[in-house]
């Protein structure tokens, strides 16, 4: 092989995923391990090490030194710092150094990035939102994250902090959030919302159906089976997906007259039921009159669960210039 390869790694709240990547985005090699096996930031950092390495290997170039290694971790992160703080869902203390010991161990640059923001990159560059000028791709699972990318490279808030694209009130009298604020986006249309909403109502009448889906245990309502409920029909299922599709209609409303990108993609693990969110979306962008909106793609995201890989080897290859 005549070029080094990039490598993509993709952290998330329950799997590190890591790729070796061709510059043209083929994936050679991939390894993973779960996020709930590292025991501290030593163990974890070690792991993140060992993927490379078995990536590369699965690759067939074992013992390669990659070009550039590009991570997508779910945040907070700090980019410039190459630091994340987030002990709620990793295994790891505040301001942990996870790109540091990968540079030494490979001798190659190491970018760090929000995971939405790199599955954003990775639409943009081989996904649904590939050849458009300003994308805003929206990520649905636990919470909603989002990316925006102009012209290939990502925009990012001043001082290099995120947009918080899930907690825009879309509904002030709605359910309370994390935040402090009420009926945000996430609150509403999240994975975490939808389950936490179907675990009230399978406690409620009309929740028999969720009830028995979750085998008559309310507290494993999750939003899987609330969609499962939905498509069959019922009722208190069904009023929960509509209020979260109202909520994505009015986000993406807000979206197009905050942006005026030419894309806007949805992905994520709940945008496996995009044909339940499209028409309403649809109908909220044809609504528009200010901001134009010919030629405006609204898709779902087509890398699925690679689109946090592709973008973090996307990261290592413009770090290079490439």
């Known amino acids: 092989m005549s070029e080094q390869p990039l490598i993509g790694i993709d952290i998330g709240g329950t799997k590190i995923a890591v790729a070796a990547i061709t510059s043209s985005g083929r994936i050679?090699?991939?390894?993973?391990?779960?996020?709930?096996?590292?025991?501290?930031?030593?163990?974890?950092?070690?792991t993140l090490i060992t993927l490379v390495r078995r990536a590369l290997a699965e690759g067939g170039l074992p013992g390669e030194k990659p070009a550039a290694i590009g991570i997508g971790c779910?945040?907070?992160?700090?980019?410039?710092?190459?630091?994340?703080?987030?002990?709620?869902?990793?295994?790891l203390p505040m301001d942990s150094d996870i790109t540091t010991p990968l540079r030494k161990a490979f001798d190659a640059p190491v970018l760090l990035e929000n995971d939405a923001f790199a599955a954003a990159l990775g639409e943009a560059w081989l996904g649904?939102?590939?050849?458009?000028?300003?994308?805003?791709?929206?990520?649905?699972?636990?919470?909603?994250?989002?990316?925006?990318?102009?012209?290939?490279?990502?925009q990012h808030g001043a001082r290099g902090h995120f947009?918080?694209?899930?907690?825009?009130?879309?509904?002030p009298t709605g359910p309370p959030c994390y935040c402090g604020a009420s009926g945000c986006w996430e609150s509403l249309a999240s994975g975490t919302a939808i389950g936490q909403a179907g675990q009230r109502a399978a406690q409620g009448p009309g929740g028999e159906a969720l009830l028995a889906l979750a085998g008559g245990r309310a507290e494993a309502v999750d939003a899987r089976l609330v969609f499962q409920a939905a498509r069959?029909?019922?009722?208190?299922?069904?009023?929960?997906?509509?209020?979260?599709?109202?909520?994505?209609a009015a986000g993406v409303h807000n979206l197009v007259?905050?942006?005026?990108?030419?894309?806007?993609?949805?992905?994520?693990?709940?945008?496996?039921h995009y044909d339940l969110f499209e028409p309403a979306a649809r109908a909220a962008i044809a609504r528009i009159t200010?901001?134009?909106?010919?030629?405006?793609?609204?898709?779902?995201?087509?890398?699925?669960?690679?689109?946090?890989?592709?973008?973090?080897?996307?990261l290592a290859a413009l770090s290079l210039g490439n």
């Not at 710092?81 to 987030?86: A, D, E, K, P």
């Not at 994308?135 to 290939?152: L, N």
């Not at 007259?257 to 945008?271: C, E, K, R, S, Y």
């Open 28 to 46: 050679l090699g991939c390894a993973q391990a779960p996020v709930c096996e590292q025991s501290s930031l030593a163990a974890f950092n070690d």
């Open 128 to 154: 649904a939102a590939r050849g458009r000028e300003l994308a805003v791709c929206v990520t649905f699972g636990t919470g909603i994250g989002c990316g925006v990318v102009r012209a290939g490279r990502l």
């Open 232 to 248: 069959s029909g019922d009722p208190v299922a069904c009023h929960i997906v509509e209020r979260a599709v109202r909520a994505t």
């Open 74 to 91: 779910t945040g907070p992160v700090d980019p410039a710092q190459g630091t994340v703080s987030n002990p709620y869902t990793l295994p």
């Open 163 to 171: 947009p918080e694209i899930g907690h825009q009130i879309l509904d």
């Open 290 to 314: 200010i901001v134009p909106v010919d030629g405006l793609l609204i898709a779902p995201a087509e890398l699925g669960a690679n689109a946090g890989l592709y973008g973090a080897a996307r």
């Open 257 to 272: 007259h905050a942006f005026a990108p030419d894309a806007i993609v949805l992905g994520g693990g709940m945008m496996c």
